[in-house]
């Protein structure tokens, strides 16, 4: 089974140097990746700086070929951010080759912030 866009719906909320950001999924219907925790470094986050996201979570299928990562980044409920990566790339680069099997319950994903990011 191909992992959705879904996968992803990744909300960090305001991020801020004093507390870390909430966490919520926002995917639409059951998610195959369902997040039960997650740390970030560095934190607090750097414009056109690397970002790993250690997740533990649960997987209703296997991450395949063509499944996409969707990161939103929210502030005061306003999506400030959106980057959608390929997901078994990303994950390659972590050697974490896809597939990856349900039986997998943490991740590590490290994404490019882009400088488009209000400051």
Same mark, same amino acid.
């Given at each position: 089974m191909?992992?959705?866009?879904?996968?992803? +719906? !990744?909300?960090?909320?305001? #991020? %801020?140097?004093?507390?870390?950001?909430?966490f919520?999924? &926002?995917?639409? +219907? !059951?998610?195959?990746l369902? #997040? %039960?925790s997650?740390?970030?470094?560095?934190?607090?986050? &750097?414009?056109?700086?690397t970002?790993?996201?250690?997740? %533990?979570?649960?997987l209703s299928?296997?991450?395949?070929?063509?499944?996409?990562?969707?990161?939103?980044?929210?502030?005061?409920?306003?999506?400030?951010?959106v980057?959608?990566?390929?997901?078994?790339?990303?994950?390659?680069?972590?050697?974490?080759?896809?597939?990856?099997?349900?039986?997998?319950?943490?991740?590590?994903?490290?994404?490019?912030?882009?400088?488009?990011?209000?400051?």
């Amino acid at each position: 089974m191909r992992l959705f866009t879904a996968i992803g +719906g !990744l909300i960090l909320s305001a #991020v %801020t140097a004093a507390q870390a950001p909430t966490f919520t999924n &926002c995917a639409a +219907g !059951l998610p195959d990746l369902n #997040v %039960t925790s997650i740390s970030m470094s560095p934190f607090p986050p &750097c414009i056109g700086q690397t970002m790993c996201f250690n997740l %533990t979570s649960t997987l209703s299928a296997p991450i395949t070929e063509g499944g996409r990562l969707t990161f939103e980044g929210r502030y005061l409920r306003r999506r400030i951010y959106v980057d959608e990566q390929d997901a078994c790339g990303v994950l390659a680069v972590q050697g974490q080759p896809c597939p990856i099997p349900t039986t997998s319950s943490s991740l590590k994903v490290c994404i490019l912030l882009k400088p488009t990011i209000p400051a």
